[in-house]
């Protein structure tokens, strides 16, 4: 899969998954103080951005979306202590997964905000926007033989034993 040009027009599908007490907070300012920012960018609300399983992004890509980012806590403020840590660890490992299957890892990115940045959510937004209208659609795209409900999450595609969805030996084998 290689990265193409962006047609004309092109506008990204961007879901952004947001810690439930700072930056979803923070988009919630955002629209309080009426900051406009990009109607493209899906919010996805987290209890905190250290849930995010690789997966759910990974999906995310597969079902559509032109970019995917998490956004967190300010590092050393988590509700949950490490959770934001832990959530930087996991996009950092996903964007060197991303670059092995020839996505381009600017694609998928990390972000710490606290409930009172709604003008740098904003910004980030349209940022984020502006990157992936730059690197065109995703390759993977919303391919039609995926489109099937069950077909998002892998259900129903088979899984070698002792391994899991990502092919890699599972801790049980």
Wanted: aromatic residues 6%; glycine residues 12%.
């Amino acid at each position: 899969m290689t990265e193409r040009a962006a047609p004309e027009g092109f506008e990204p599908k961007i879901v952004a998954f947001c810690c439930y007490y700072c930056a979803y907070s923070a988009a919630d300012l955002a629209g309080s103080m009426r900051l406009q920012y990009p109607p493209n960018v899906r919010l996805v609300e987290m209890p905190c951005s250290g849930k995010i399983d690789p997966l759910v992004i990974l999906s995310a890509f597969e079902s559509g979306a032109d970019g995917v980012y998490v956004a967190g806590c300010m590092e050393g403020d988590c509700h949950f202590l490490k959770g934001n840590l832990r959530a930087k660890k996991r996009v950092g490992r996903l964007k060197e997964l991303l670059l092995d299957v020839g996505l381009d890892p600017q694609r998928l990115e990390m972000y710490n905000l606290s409930s009172s940045m709604g003008p740098r959510f904003a910004e980030i937004a349209r940022e984020m926007t502006e990157r992936i209208r730059q690197l065109g659609p995703s390759p993977l795209g919303a391919h039609p033989a995926r489109a099937g409900a069950g077909a998002k999450a892998g259900v129903g595609t088979e899984v070698a034993p002792g391994t899991d969805r990502l092919g890699e030996g599972s801790e049980n084998s």
